[in-house]
């Protein structure tokens, strides 16, 4: 076993006051407002892509650019990710597949796109792709951190 593999992961979490109030806000039923329905995740401006060259390189995010040729290889590993996020928990991936899945929730994921950006695409083709994305911004996130600590640790 490697002295990467030994060590423990694990979050310090401050004991203070902010994280306090965050665990409270979201734990307590409260009267907050429901997050605006007009708020969309844009596109980047045209006047700013044609200036600068905002187009991704390796990776889609959501409708945007999925399915570009040049995106392709990333995109076929999505699943790996997947299953390495889940391990052996087949089902609760396949739970998740089917919750993003329904109905109401296609409705609200694609609401926070611009309007027409969605609906080339079927519901099982957008379910999957939220699924794997969201996997993969999971699994790059996680390890992204494992790897900043263990610097830490060195």
Known sequence: MSEH?????SIQIPDDQ?????????T???????PSSAAKIPRVPS?????HNFAPQAVSIGPY???EPNLQA?????PFFARRLFLREFEALISLYKKVGEEEMMKDL???YEEDSTTKYCDKVFTKMMLLDSCFIIYFLNHAYRWVSSLSLG
């Open 5 to 9: 593999d030994q060590i423990q992961y």
């Open 18 to 26: 902010i994280l306090d109030w965050i665990i409270g806000s979201v």
């Open 28 to 34: 307590r039923n409260n009267d907050t407002p429901e």
């Open 47 to 51: 006047r700013l892509s044609e200036k």
């Open 65 to 67: 650019h999925f399915g």
């Open 74 to 78: 990333v995109e076929k590993l999505k």
């Open 110 to 112: 694609r609401s926070f």
